[in-house]
């Protein structure tokens, strides 16, 4: 304890701490990597019964990945006199939007509870010490978010290889009518920028080294509650303290210190 300012700064010598810290970063990288992702896919297009009308289309993902209402490809090479012609808006099949929101909420949600903890770690350490209760929430909820980051991470991974699946530029052109192969398609279409799925991946990377770990904490701050030091008393009151009248007082459970 500093006694200067009455913070807890030795905190950060401990392996609580120290995790607290390196969770607070893969926090804000995997939501951030997630809910700032925007990527875009470029293609040129000549229409079949009129080489000389050409044009490109941009079709853009970005969170939260709801591909109906944000990723629209107007119609183009439209023609009256063929059944093949296209009506309407497409773009590519599938909404992410549930599990990438859930991935960002637990991210989120994570970050402020690594602030939330740590202030009390470092302001309010009697608090922590003096109150069994606090040491013994503390384990609990992180073991919960070790869960949810677990849940929260398969299921965006799987949505990510959907979404990856559904927007390749070879995929994305069987979805859109008028650049179907062969005589089905009214247009001739070419790719010239790719999506882009770097981001999606650091998320992902993230997203599993949260689970690892928040549930690698749990060991150290187990070691803080009242469960483990009824378990290990001389291990959590120290082998030279634990003995004599020291050890009845901490087997009858008065006046432990």
């Not at 875009?40 to 490109?56: E, M, V």
């Not at 030091?229 to 030279?240: L, N, R, V």
Request: with cysteine; glycine share 6%; aromatic share 18%.
């Amino acid at each position: 304890m500093d006694p200067l300012s009455g913070r807890n700064v030795e905190v950060f010598k401990e392996p609580r701490g120290v995790i607290r810290i390196i969770q607070f970063l893969f926090a804000i990288l995997a939501f951030a990597t997630t809910a700032g992702y925007s990527s875009t896919l470029k293609f040129n297009y000549a229409c079949k019964y009129n080489s000389n009308i050409k044009g490109s289309v941009s079709v853009q993902i970005a969170y939260p990945f709801h591909m109906e209402s944000q990723s629209k490809v107007t119609p183009f090479c439209t023609d009256a006199l063929t059944t093949l012609a296209p009506s309407g808006d497409y773009y590519p099949y599938g909404s992410y939007s549930s599990s990438a929101q859930f991935y960002v909420f637990v991210g989120v949600m994570a970050f402020l509870y690594t602030i939330g903890i740590t202030v009390l770690y470092v302001f309010f350490d009697n608090v922590y010490r003096d109150n069994d209760r606090v040491p013994q929430i503390d384990f609990i909820v992180t073991a919960v978010w070790s869960i949810l980051w677990f849940i929260a991470s398969i299921a965006w991974s799987v949505s990510v290889s959907f979404l990856k699946l559904e927007t390749y530029s070879s995929r994305l052109f069987h979805q859109i009518t008028a650049c179907l192969p062969d005589y089905r398609g009214t247009a001739e279409c070419n790719n010239i920028e790719e999506f882009a799925y770097t981001g999606l991946n650091i998320s992902l990377i993230c997203g599993y080294a949260n689970v690892f770990l928040w549930a690698s904490s749990l060991w150290f701050l187990f070691k803080e509650t009242s469960w483990f030091k009824s378990m290990h008393p001389e291990q959590a009151y120290g082998g030279d303290w634990y003995t004599g009248d020291n050890k009845n007082v901490v087997e009858t459970g008065a006046g432990i210190p």
